[in-house]
């Protein structure tokens, strides 16, 4: 597929990694873009940093997570119960899992910027995913078996 990139907006956020005796805080960037339009992608670590690791995470998910519990798996998310700036974060991996707290407020800021770059239900056709089969079947595409 051509890539047809559109940088979208991108938040700086701390989220605080609950531990057993202490939190701690870990630097974090939201980003979207809309080639991948149904995703959010939450980078760890400084901004500029090469070795960050990134989680995708489904916009729809992290929209519901917002206002209920929600996930099933590897990522969770619900608001707090106590106090309404309190989003939870869970996330799941091989190696280990990792229960994060952060804004709910700066969330649902950077969600409503990403609906400025493609609107709630407009993802399907963010994607293009028409144009993209119609260049393929017409040889406009590159064909992996030569052909």
Known sequence: MASRSTPG?????????VGPHA?????ATLGYDAA??????????????VDGISWLLGRDLLRAGLERPTGDGDVRLWPART??????????????????????TAVAAFLRQT??????????????????????????????AGR
């Not at 907006?9 to 990694?17: E, F, G, I, K, S």
């Not at 939190?23 to 630097?27: G, I, L, Q, S």
């Open 9 to 17: 907006p991108t938040t700086p956020v701390t989220l605080h990694l």
């Open 23 to 27: 939190w701690t805080e870990v630097p």
């Open 36 to 49: 991948d339009p149904y995703a959010v992608r939450i980078s760890f670590g400084e901004p500029d940093a």
């Open 83 to 104: 106090t309404g700036d309190v989003l939870f974060l869970h996330l799941r991996a091989p190696s280990g899992e990792a229960l994060f707290e952060l804004s709910r």
């Open 115 to 144: 609906e400025q770059v493609v609107p709630i239900g407009a993802e399907a056709t963010a994607l293009q995913v028409d144009d993209e089969l119609a260049a393929l079947l017409s040889g406009g595409g590159a064909d992996p």
